[in-house]
């Protein structure tokens, strides 16, 4: 059972433009969530975070939006640049666990 | 960002033989750090946490036996996969924990058993 899911296998967008992922989970318990950056045959890099307490968090070009009672939470980028091209994990800690329990990841594309 | 560093980055393996993998945080102080593994085109599972000082926490369904986790002081802890299989062929992070929950992770090792 996946507790945390990522239903967008892919997404293309124009450079220039918002990319927004998205990432549901099920354990009422996650009190965290980060959001990380993976290119082919290297470790995720760290982007954002958010704690459960919070609705959003900014770093820059990079925003997550927390929705506890839908149980969801999204990763904007504006705007969306080339280099922004990776596979992008949601991650989630809580329920009495220290690792993270990741999703299966969004390949974002981003076309010239 | 933190820095993580893995070590080899890539080995080759004959069936039956063990292989140490490193992981070494190189500008902060970790207590914790956590091996994860990535199967081809699936997500990152969470094998074991590696406490500085004490025994590694496993998660279900991951042998201790053969995953041999051993966290020898604040900047590195090493996985030891003992008597390898092809299935055991994979991608092996670890990553270290920094401040509240952020997790910095290294660039992986690709183990391929033969």
């Known amino acids: 059972d996946q507790q945390v899911k990522q239903n967008s296998p892919s997404l293309s967008v124009q450079e220039g433009r918002i990319s927004i992922l998205n990432c549901d989970y099920t354990n009422s318990m996650f009190d965290y969530f980060l959001w990380y950056k993976k290119y082919p045959a290297e470790g995720p890099t760290f982007l954002i975070s958010i704690s459960s307490i919070k609705d959003k968090n900014e770093d820059g070009r990079f925003t997550v939006f927390l929705n506890k009672s839908a149980k969801h939470l999204s990763l904007h980028i504006v705007p969306s640049q080339p280099g922004d091209s990776a596979v992008y994990f949601c991650?989630?800690?809580?329920?009495?666990?220290?690792?993270?329990?990741f999703g299966k990841g969004t390949h974002l594309i981003i076309q010239p | 960002g933190a820095v993580v560093s893995q070590h080899p980055s890539r080995v080759i393996c004959k069936s039956g033989t063990s292989v140490k993998i490193e992981c070494r945080s190189l500008?902060?102080?970790?207590?914790?750090m956590f091996w994860y593994r990535q199967f081809p085109k699936q997500s990152l599972m969470l094998m074991a946490t590696s406490n500085e000082g004490s025994k590694a926490t496993y998660e279900q369904g991951v042998e201790k036996d053969k995953f041999l986790i051993n966290h020898a002081s604040l900047t590195l802890s090493t996985l030891t996969v003992t008597s390898a299989h092809p299935e055991d062929s994979s991608f092996y992070i670890c990553s270290a924990r920094r401040g509240q929950a952020e997790q910095y992770f290294g660039p992986g090792t690709r183990l391929t058993v033969t």
């Open positions: 500008d902060f102080q970790a207590t914790t």
């Open positions: 991650a989630a800690r809580g329920g009495g666990a220290d690792g993270l329990t």
